[in-house]
């Protein structure tokens, strides 16, 4: 089965928007889309406050089914949700499809190919509350320089080698290298403990007898 799903971002005229550029998609790569989910909680609740999600993500997607949506905080608005779910639905073997930017999610893809797009979640939101006045939240994290070099910093990472090592291939600075690679916890995403944290953060409240369980483990 082939899912649209659509969520409420930015009012009622981002449902417009969102449907119009899936359906574009769907037509140029020959997906036929057999049904739709239209989520209405707005920006700004968390994971585990969104119970149409939770619904849609344990009762209704199953193994095997593909999933399109327009961008990537449809499933989640920072980094450690967009994570948390994408990893569900690697664990039941679901293709997320992204339109935008025209990426395929699945479980050949590799962790450090999609980190850097999880990663702009965070400058999103920190953009759209500039926008509004709120100003920077707490906790948030800054773009950097390194950013560019995230896939070869993950591969490194997983290959265990040191942060003196890494700055050597990337020429660039030990001090401020170790100092990216901490405040993005990305040694902790490597060995899981950042993630199973995630995990318990963003809890999907789970149903009596649930089709879809997540396990939420790294490929």
Not at 15 to 39: P, S, T
Not at 88 to 110: A, W
Not at 183 to 201: P, Q
Request: glycine share 4%; charged share 30%; net charge positive.
């Amino acid at each position: 089965m082939t899912y649209a799903l659509i969520r409420q971002l930015y009012g009622d005229k981002s449902l417009i928007q969102q449907r119009a550029v899936i359906m574009n998609y769907a037509k140029e790569n020959n997906l036929l889309l057999e049904n739709e989910m239209i989520e209405f909680e707005r920006a700004g609740r968390p994971l585990k406050e969104r119970k149409s999600f939770q619904e849609f993500l344990h009762n209704t997607l199953k193994n095997g089914d593909k999933l399109v949506i327009s961008t990537l905080e449809i499933l989640g608005e920072t980094m450690e949700e967009g994570i948390v779910v994408i990893n569900c639905m690697l664990t039941h073997s679901i293709t997320l499809h992204i339109v935008q930017p025209n990426l395929i999610v699945d479980k050949k893809t590799g962790l450090s190919q999609i980190l850097p797009l999880i990663m702009q979640l965070e400058q999103r939101q920190r953009i759209n509350e500039r926008d509004n006045k709120i100003g920077r939240p707490k906790g948030r994290k800054s773009a950097s320089k390194f950013d560019i070099y995230l896939p070869q910093i993950m591969a490194g990472l997983k290959e265990d080698k040191s942060v003196s090592a890494l700055a050597r291939d990337l020429k660039v600075s030990r001090s401020s290298l170790k100092d990216y690679i901490q405040s993005r916890h990305l040694k902790e995403i490597i060995d899981d403990s950042w993630l199973e944290r995630a995990k318990r953060n963003h809890q999907v409240v789970a149903t009596k007898k649930p089709k879809m369980a997540c396990t939420l483990k790294l490929q």
